[in-house]
């Protein structure tokens, strides 16, 4: 019962986090192995996806309850993103996806000091985002997301807003909420998977939705009532996390 209070608490604090700018797995994926080491790591990794993927279905109602999503768009850019995600866990079988791990590193690095050095990046929009149209460009960009998010994952929302802001011109709070729609696609087909496989730890991965779907909620409602520069100070946050992690990493398995 205690293991089941202290995961609940991390769910909430995941959700929340990843409702504003991602990240919510560097928080709740690391907690469930630390309270369950004996356990496969696949029913953890389900039971995780179970929490997360209600998390950030509430994050999207709450967004496209304030902030306008272009759902004409990203709607066919969902299933986009949820082929790629399906090829990407399948490639998984094929290649280590390990091998990422520098390279990703490099390119966390990059965008960090892009951020930091680009104080008024994504804090309005662009006019010049073609959005609003969709266009090849942006749908092969969620398609590589996905794919991304179903073979390594960790990043994968990180990276899909930070396109979407400097690619795509806009601002960091409608990245934010077109990017959970996009991740809520991707990870669908992933949960699929451990569910059909009974890979899900009911009993943990219920309450743990619970919270994690509260925290989603709040993680969204902040987010909207303060605006890109929340969203921004939280995604540099993240990035740095997700840093240390990948060299922790790097250093553990060298």
């Not at 960091?172 to 990017?179: E, Q, V």
Request: overall charge positive.
């Amino acid at each position: 019962m205690t293991e089941v209070v202290i995961l609940c608490a991390f769910a909430f604090v995941a959700g929340l986090v990843d409702a504003v700018a991602g990240g919510g797995g560097l928080i709740q994926v690391p907690a469930l192995f630390a309270v369950f080491p004996s356990l496969p790591p696949s029913i953890l990794l389900g039971t995780n996806k179970f929490s997360a993927i209600t998390g950030t279905a509430m994050a999207t109602w709450r967004y496209n309850w304030s902030v306008p999503i272009h759902w004409r768009v990203v709607l066919p850019a969902a299933g986009v993103a949820g082929i790629g995600a399906l090829a990407g866990a399948k490639t998984v079988t094929l290649i280590d996806p390990a091998i990422l791990r520098p390279f990703l590193l490099v390119l966390l690095s990059t965008i960090a000091v892009y951020t930091l050095m680009h104080p008024k990046l994504g804090q309005n929009p662009d006019a010049r985002s073609p959005l609003a149209q969709g266009g090849v460009s942006f749908y092969a960009l969620t398609a590589v997301f996905g794919f991304y998010d179903g073979f390594f994952g960790p990043g994968a929302g990180i990276l899909m807003m930070f396109a979407l802001v400097r690619l795509f011109g806009y601002e960091f709070l409608s990245a934010a909420a077109t990017t959970k729609v996009l991740n809520l696609a991707s990870n669908f087909g992933a949960l699929a998977l451990f569910l059909m496989t009974g890979n899900v730890l009911y009993a943990v991965a219920l309450p743990m939705a619970v919270l994690n779907v509260a925290g989603g909620f709040l993680g969204a409602h902040f987010a909207i009532r303060k605006g890109s520069r929340l969203i921004r100070a939280v995604f540099l946050i993240v990035v740095a996390a997700l840093i240390i992690k990948i060299l922790v990493d790097l250093l553990k398995y060298s």
